[in-house]
C-alpha cells in the first residue's frame, strides 16, 4: 500500500506530491503544522489537535480557514490510510504568491497532509531511556506558534546524534531549561512533576496538557515553573513528552546519570495512563 | 514572455514549476537562497552572491555542492530569461526526505531557481524616503546565514505596512539597532557613516561591504559598531541597503523625522557611486 499525501483536496501517492515553488512556506516558512497519531484507527486527541491548529493560524493572521473542513480532510486521509495505527503530518501554508515579504492579497491558503504507518519509540527506548545533551535556545520568540520555522530545531538533533546522544534540549538565558527539539520535557523531584510554564519559549504541548491532566486526576503533585541545568541534572526523573514521543525517559543529560538508569516510578505510571487514554 | 523558473537543472514557465511536499525547505525551513539583480544583462556582483551562498551552506552542513554548476545555471538562466534588467532568486534546501529532524543520508539538495524583471525602487522613493518603524528582534541566532528562516521577517514587514509605515528595523537587547527586514542600516551622524558590526544577528549584506568599499575609496569616514534607538532617532540621515533596496533613504522612523526631508547629502553621494558601479 503506497503511504499517501494530500494537496489541497487531492488524495495521491507521496511521492506524486508537490507544491508551486512559490508557496510561502517554501520561501518563508510561512506555514504552520501539526502531526497526528491514531490507535486503533482512532485519532488521539484529534480536537486538541485542530485548536491548536487553528490557535496558530490566528496568531499569524492566516486567512480565515473552515475547520469542519480540516476535520473532515483529516479523518479522510486516516481512513484512506487505512493503519490501524497511523500518523497524519498536516501542513497549511499562507499560500502562493510572487516573492514579497509582505502578505499576499489572495486567502488561499495551501493545505498538504501525509499519512504513514506510526513511528512509535521501541518498548525498549521507553524501558531504557535515552541520552540527551543541553544547547543554547537560539530559536525564534514564538515558539508556542507551531512553525515550520524548525532549522535550528533540526540543527540541534542532528548535533545530539553527532555527539552521541539522542535528542538535544534547549537552554534559555540563565540556564532556564525548555524542551526537546521535538517534544516538551519535564523532570521529577520530590515525587513532583515540574515542567516549564507556557511562555512564547515553548510550544503548548498537546501530550503536556494531557499528563497535567492525569496528575489531576490522579492527585499527583505538579508545577508549571522555571528550572535551570543545576535543576535538571538532579532531578530524580526526567523525561520527554509528546505525540509520538508519549513519555519518553532521559537517563543521562550532559555526561549527568539521571536517576537509577532506565524508566523511573512517577514516569512509568505516567506513560502507562497515558497510554491507558488512547 | 513568461516569467522562468529552474528546478534541478530543468527550466520552465514559474507556474509550472513544482517540488515535493516533503522537501526540506518546506518543513523545516532547511534552504538558503541569494537574490540576485543584473544591470544592462550583467550579473551585479556574481561572485559574492555566490561565495555567500556557498558558506551559508557551509554554516549548515549542507552536502557538497560544485560552485561551477551553479554558477553556470544562474547564468543561464539569467540568460534564459532574457531582461536587460533582471533579478534572479536561488533557493537550495538540504533535499527532500520522509519527515524527520535529523538530516537526511540523501546528499542531493534541491536547487530551485525564478527570473524576472527587476523590481525596483522608483526614483521618486529614493528621493523622497520612506517611514520604518522599529520591532522587537525575535528572529533566531543565526541571521548571518541566510536562509528561508523568515516568517518574523514578514510579519514585521506587514506589520509596519499595517501601521501606515513601509518597513520594520529589528531592534535587539538593549535597544540595538539591528538591520532592516530585508535590508542592511546605515546612519550618518557628523559626516560619519556608521552601521551594525557583523554577528550572527545581521546579515552580512554584499550592498553592505559594496558601500563600506566605497567609503574606503573616497575616504568618507566610517564606523562598524553598535548603535541604539536614541542614536538612530537623532541621526542626520539614515538609509536601508541591500540589493534591490540600493541606498533607500529613512525619513521617518517610529514617528521620529530624520534629516530635511527627502534623501540626505551623503546618502545621496553614495547612491550615486553604488550605481556607478554597477
Chains 1, 2 share one sequence.
Not at 505538579?222 to 537517563?251: C, H, W
Request: charged share 25%; net charge negative.
Amino acid at each position: 500500500m503506497p503511504e499517501l499525501a494530500y494537496v489541497n483536496g487531492n488524495i495521491m501517492p507521496i511521492q506524486d506530491a508537490t507544491i508551486p515553488i512559490e508557496d510561502r512556506g517554501y520561501q518563508f516558512g510561512d506555514a504552520v503544522y501539526e502531526y497526528i497519531t491514531s490507535f486503533n484507527k482512532r485519532p488521539f486527541l484529534l480536537d486538541e489537535h485542530l485548536a491548536r491548529l487553528k490557535r496558530s493560524m490566528t496568531e499569524l493572521s492566516f486567512p480565515l480557514v473552515d475547520m469542519d473542513t480540516i476535520r473532515s480532510a483529516v479523518l479522510e486521509i486516516f481512513d484512506k490510510g487505512g493503519y490501524d495505527n497511523g500518523d497524519v503530518y498536516i501542513q497549511i501554508s499562507r499560500g502562493v504568491a510572487p516573492r514579497d515579504h509582505a502578505f499576499p492579497e489572495s486567502n488561499e491558503i495551501q493545505f498538504i497532509m501525509t499519512v504513514r504507518e506510526t513511528k512509535r519509540y521501541s518498548d525498549e527506548m521507553h524501558a531504557n531511556g535515552i541520552k540527551v545533551i543541553t544547547v543554547e535556545d537560539q530559536r525564534w520568540g514564538r515558539c508556542d506558534i507551531k512553525t515550520v520555522q524548525l532549522l535550528y530545531n533540526a540543527l540541534a538533533k542532528q548535533k545530539a546524534l553527532d555527539s552521541g546522544a539522542y535528542d538535544a534540549v534547549f537552554v534559555g538565558p540563565d540556564n532556564v531549561v525548555r524542551e526537546g527539539t521535538s517534544s516538551n520535557l519535564f523532570i521529577i523531584v520530590d515525587q513532583t512533576l515540574i515542567t516549564h510554564p507556557l511562555t512564547p519559549n515553548i510550544l503548548p504541548g498537546i501530550t503536556r496538557a494531557c499528563l497535567l491532566q492525569i496528575c489531576r486526576e490522579r492527585s499527583i503533585p505538579f508545577q508549571e515553573r522555571f528550572f535551570d541545568t543545576n535543576e535538571l541534572y538532579a532531578a530524580d526523573e526526567a523525561f520527554l513528552s509528546g505525540t509520538t514521543t508519549e513519555v519518553l525517559p532521559l537517563i543521562e543529560i550532559d555526561g549527568h546519570p539521571i536517576g537509577q538508569g532506565g524508566i523511573g516510578a512517577i514516569s512509568k505510571k505516567l506513560l502507562a495512563a497515558l497510554r491507558n487514554k488512547m
